[in-house]
């Protein structure tokens, strides 16, 4: 059966966002010749057990519910492939997502980013509306960035000790007193923040790998509102502004997004909210 994929990541050094066909019949993701081997000398901690550690923690959170969905999720493991990307495919009731040792080795990410791809991907299965169009199963590369700081990050970092790690890390002024507004208990406050700096970690690969001289920033959201939703992958900027969108979000994490109906489970503007809202620079509501 001929496997459906979507790429988390566009490796391209163009400014144009591409994504691949929901029939799966062009290339997974723009040609690219980036390779990060597992002996090359890397920036960031990741190694192999901290690889599969993050790995089992989404999956140890979505298996199940997946289960309930009367499918499996099967996640592959490709440690030592040097591809800088992450795909999500369905082949019947076999969920799949596909995590390579290329990403998780790129400098720009973090653990927290590495998980919030493997969130991304996740989302693609089960993110809800709005999906591609003409498809029957993935939520679009926007919502699949917005559930995984709303929903997926918040449900696998809980019963972490957030806030020591947030302690060690430099939050952004913005992203401290939106988060502390948000949100009333501390480790949510701390969720919210660390979410945010996972965002800006992942938006930070976009940048590299787009060849953009301009960094993402808290402070510098993309002001742009498309006439229709785009199902591609959004510019960088707009990327991290969904993240952040998702993180601050108020909504619980424990509403689910619905499949269907984009409005459910999530900040919306129609419903009168006005901080957590999908970006316009990629979203259309519908309603």
């Not at 509102?225 to 991290?240: G, K, M, S, Y």
Request: aromatic residues 8%.
């Amino acid at each position: 059966m001929l496997k459906k994929y979507l790429a988390v990541v566009l490796i391209s050094t163009s400014l144009t966002s591409f994504a691949c066909s929901i029939d799966g019949k062009e290339g997974f993701v723009p040609e690219n010749h980036l390779n990060i081997s597992p002996t090359a000398k890397i920036k960031n901690n990741m190694d192999i057990t901290t690889f599969n550690e993050i790995i089992d923690k989404v999956e140890k959170v979505y298996a199940p519910i997946i289960a309930s969905m009367n499918a499996t999720l099967s996640v592959e493991r490709y440690w030592n492939d040097g591809t800088v990307n992450a795909y999500a495919s369905q082949d019947g009731d076999t969920w799949e997502v596909a995590m390579f040792g290329g990403l998780a080795r790129h400098h720009t990410i973090t653990n927290d980013a590495f998980r919030l791809v493997v969130c991304h991907e996740v989302g693609h299965h089960i993110g809800g509306a709005p999906k591609y169009s003409g498809g029957d199963w993935a939520s679009n590369e926007g919502q699949a960035d917005y559930f995984a700081g709303l929903k997926c990050l918040r449900r696998t970092f809980r019963g972490e000790d957030n806030i020591a790690i947030v302690a060690a890390m430099n939050i952004p002024a913005e992203v401290t007193q939106t988060c502390e507004s948000q949100f009333s208990s501390a480790d949510d406050q701390a969720i919210c923040k660390r979410s945010s700096m996972a965002g800006l970690s992942g938006a930070k690969l976009f940048q590299d790998l787009r060849g953009q001289s301009t960094a993402p920033d808290f402070t510098t959201p993309d002001l742009r509102t498309v006439n229709r939703t785009n199902d591609n992958h959004p510019d960088t900027q707009c990327r991290l502004d969904t993240y952040y969108s998702g993180a601050i979000c108020g909504i619980d994490d424990a509403q689910d997004v619905d499949q269907n109906d984009e409005s459910v489970g999530v900040c919306y503007r129609n419903s009168g909210d006005t901080i957590g809202v999908r970006p316009l620079c990629w979203f259309k509501p519908a309603i």
